[in-house]
């Protein structure tokens, strides 16, 4: 069983930077697609980010290219989203997600197999 734990989350003016943590428990963390996810009460959970399982390659949703970065440490099992220039828009709920893969990034969902609990974003104007 995968198990995953996001942190990091807080209230943050516009403009302002946050990192997000997702620590994943199992052995075969290095094997995994890992995404970040990010949802609000009004709009469906939409794609954030993605990075492979080497880390050498990535894949970023048009509305966060160029402020976000998602990284990943396999000797820690953990993978980060550094957020700056952040906006009023980027408030939501941020979830961790895995994929058993050592394919490409995806951005889609459904192909996900692993969800963490998620971490609140705020960002004030």
């Known amino acids: 069983q995968v198990q995953l734990v996001e942190s990091g989350g807080g209230l943050v003016q516009a403009g302002g930077a946050l990192r997000l943590s997702c620590a994943v428990s199992g052995r075969t963390f290095s094997v995994y697609i890992m995404g970040w996810f990010r949802q609000t009460p009004v709009k469906d959970r939409e794609f954030v980010a993605a990075i492979n399982w080497s880390g050498s390659r990535t894949l970023y949703a048009d509305s966060v290219k160029g402020r976000f970065t998602i990284s990943r440490d396999n000797a820690k099992n953990m993978v980060y989203l550094q957020m700056n220039s952040l906006k009023p828009e980027d408030t939501a709920v941020y979830y961790c997600?895995?994929?058993?893969?050592?394919?490409?990034?995806?951005?889609?969902?459904?192909?996900?197999?692993?969800w963490g609990q998620g971490t609140q974003v705020t960002v004030s104007s």
């Open positions: 997600a895995a994929r058993r893969s050592l394919g490409p990034t995806t951005a889609t969902r459904n192909e996900y197999d692993y």
